[in-house]
């Protein structure tokens, strides 16, 4: 499941989705926050250009809002539910909940935009030699 070649595996990693050799981002805590969403423009090892057009991570905008969405009613049903806290207490913690793992939620939704489109390749070096 978490195994390298999983489309899960690197979208919770973080790593290339091609080759899944290395880290997309300059800095690996997301929680370093001048540098949270700053990736490498190219892999290391096999090349893949991460910006695959013009505004390409625009469409992790979307992915962003559901995870928020999940991560809120997450924090909502553990907090009112679970806890038996009141409404308000509720709405607090669903906003100190997206506050807190925004960072993550960016790096997350970023991942899971780009596995989207570009699948894991065990064969990229030889693939990649052939385009040459």
């Not at 505004?55 to 679970?82: E, R």
């Amino acid at each position: 499941m978490f195994t390298k070649g999983s489309k899960l595996s690197s979208m919770i990693k973080g790593t290339c989705p091609r080759c899944q050799e290395e880290s997309m981002y300059e800095v690996s805590n997301p929680y370093y926050l001048s540098k949270a969403v700053k990736m490498h423009e190219n892999c290391s090892h096999c090349h893949l250009h991460y910006a695959i057009e013009p505004s390409f991570f625009y469409g992790a905008m979307y992915v962003s809002y559901g995870l928020g969405v999940a991560f809120a009613v997450a924090a909502f049903i553990i907090s009112h539910v679970f806890i038996g806290a009141d409404l308000k207490i509720s709405f607090l913690a669903i906003m100190a909940t997206l506050i807190v793992f925004m960072p993550v939620i960016m790096r997350l939704s970023r991942n899971i935009w780009i596995n989207f489109f570009v699948s894991y390749d065990k064969n990229w070096k030889t693939n990649h030699q052939k385009k040459l």
